[in-house]
């Protein structure tokens, strides 16, 4: 069993910056790929980074690429993902997942993570 809790969300104008964090716990951590997804009202949950049990690969969502950087540090079991130049279209509530490493690095499917966060919720203004 492992558990996820995300911290770092908040409301920042257009342009601004914020960096998430996710603490897990409950299970080898550094044997797992790590992932964020979001979900805006009314939206369907979508991936939006991943990254490698040892840190040596990441995949990102087209929309994401250059402004968000997926990162981990597996002596303090945390993952993080740093955004900037943030844009309205970002407001959402993010998720922190983690999963077996078989597709890590080639695709963002909710399928593929087996262990999920509550949540923090990223309001980016105009």
């Known amino acids: 069993e492992v558990q996820l809790v995300e911290s770092g969300g908040g409301s920042v104008q257009a342009g601004g910056s914020l960096r998430l964090s996710c603490t897990a716990s409950?299970?080898?951590?550094?044997?797992?790929?790590m992932g964020w997804f979001r979900q805006a009202p009314g939206k369907e949950r979508e991936g939006v980074a991943s990254?490698?049990?040892?840190?040596?690969?990441?995949y990102y969502a087209d929309s994401v690429k250059g402004r968000l950087t997926i990162s981990r540090d597996n002596a303090k079991n945390t993952l993080y993902l740093q955004m900037n130049s943030l844009k309205p279209e970002d407001t959402a509530m993010y998720y922190c997942?983690?999963?077996?490493?078989?597709?890590?690095?080639?695709?963002?499917?909710?399928?593929?993570?087996?262990?999920w966060g509550q949540g923090t919720q990223v309001t980016v203004s105009s």
């Open positions: 997942a983690a999963g077996p490493p078989a597709y890590c690095l080639t695709r963002l499917r909710q399928d593929d993570f087996g262990y």
């Open positions: 409950g299970y080898n951590y550094s044997r797992l790929c």
């Open positions: 990254i490698r049990r040892d840190s040596g690969g990441t």
